[in-house]
């Protein structure tokens, strides 16, 4: 049953908003209903990612609490920053080599960076395992690169046992 219909729910969800759609129960609008509902699943399946397997429980509380607080903090500095009106802040973009090739690890990676203020996850070099970010408040290019890969890249791996 998996093989023809991946998702029955979303098969079902798709055709009642079909003929919702239509506002008709005429013949031909639900044979392309069905048709339709038994296509986007099959064709949604091939896009699913691999199945994540979690590591250490502990290690993902205590990298979610670090996360919380980095935000916090973070949101502390830029609002102190636009409060002071001090000169414009020194930003700029660093380069870090990635060990993490894990697809969910480096999507949680990019919603960490995203999220906290002041950062930016700006491209992904795949192929050379690169990422780079932009920094609003940058001292050091190297400090801001070992940073995040203590704090957020080890504990993923950790966790996702990569």
Same mark, same amino acid.
């Given at each position: ?44 399946? $091939? ?7 979690? #590591? @250490? %429980? *502990? !290690?993902?509380?205590? &990298?979610? /609490? +670090? ?13 102190? $920053? ?7 802040? #020194? @930003? %700029? *973009? !660093?380069?870090?080599? &990635?060990? /993490? +090739? ?61």
């Amino acid at each position: 049953m998996k093989r023809w219909l991946p998702h029955p729910l979303l098969s079902f969800a798709l055709l009642a908003m079909w003929l919702l759609l239509q506002h008709s129960l005429a013949p031909t609008d639900v044979l392309l209903g069905l048709i339709l509902a038994g296509l986007i699943p099959r064709l949604w399946a $091939r896009l699913e990612p691999p199945a994540l397997r979690l #590591a @250490s %429980g *502990f !290690v993902a509380l205590r &990298l979610a /609490l +670090r996360v919380a607080g980095d935000i916090l903090w973070s949101n502390l500095m830029v609002m102190r $920053r636009i409060w002071s009106r001090r000169a414009e802040p #020194a @930003s %700029g *973009f !660093v380069t870090i080599p &990635l060990e /993490l +090739r894990d697809p969910w690890g480096l999507a949680v990676l990019a919603a960490i960076i995203s999220a906290t203020p002041g950062t930016v996850w700006v491209s992904h070099d795949a192929r050379r395992q690169l990422l780079v970010i932009h920094v609003l408040e940058l001292v050091d290019a190297a400090t801001s690169a070992g940073t995040i890969k203590q704090r957020y890249e080890r504990p993923l791996m950790e966790i996702l046992q990569c």
